[in-house]
């Protein structure tokens, strides 16, 4: 069955950086889309960014562009986040979806990051 893994959420100080990642498994990774979403506390859910199944097409949306940045390893079936220069309307929940017909089909359980002095 299709699983998705996210890890790397943590506390970190404003201006700070982090990676997030995200395991999948039970399916063809190389060949889907798959998106960054995040919900922050007490707020709807957001689409923070997308990546195309060779990992050379991204999107963003403009509350993370230039700041952060998707990348995949087909090889190791695994989609990052890297997050640079957080501010703290960057907490949230933050999740890894598969796409399905321009839509998102699976999602994971989520990784919270916390930007806090």
């Known amino acids: 069955q299709v699983q998705l893994v996210e890890s790397g959420g943590d506390l970190v100080q404003p201006g700070g950086s982090l990676k997030l990642s995200c395991a999948a498994s039970?399916?063809?990774?190389?060949?889907?889309?798959m998106y960054w979403v995040r919900q922050a506390p007490g707020k709807g859910l957001e689409w923070i960014s997308q990546?195309?199944?060779?990992?050379?097409?991204?999107y963003y949306a403009d509350s993370v562009k230039g700041r952060f940045t998707s990348s995949r390893d087909n090889a190791k079936n695994t989609l990052y986040l890297q997050m640079n220069n957080l501010k703290s309307e960057d907490t949230a929940v933050y999740y890894c979806?598969?796409?399905?017909?321009?839509?998102?089909?699976?999602w994971g359980k989520g990784t919270l990051v916390t930007v806090s002095s």
């Open positions: 039970g399916f063809t990774f190389s060949s889907f889309w």
């Open positions: 979806a598969k796409d399905y017909r321009n839509g998102m089909d699976y």
């Open positions: 990546i195309n199944p060779g990992g050379v097409s991204t």
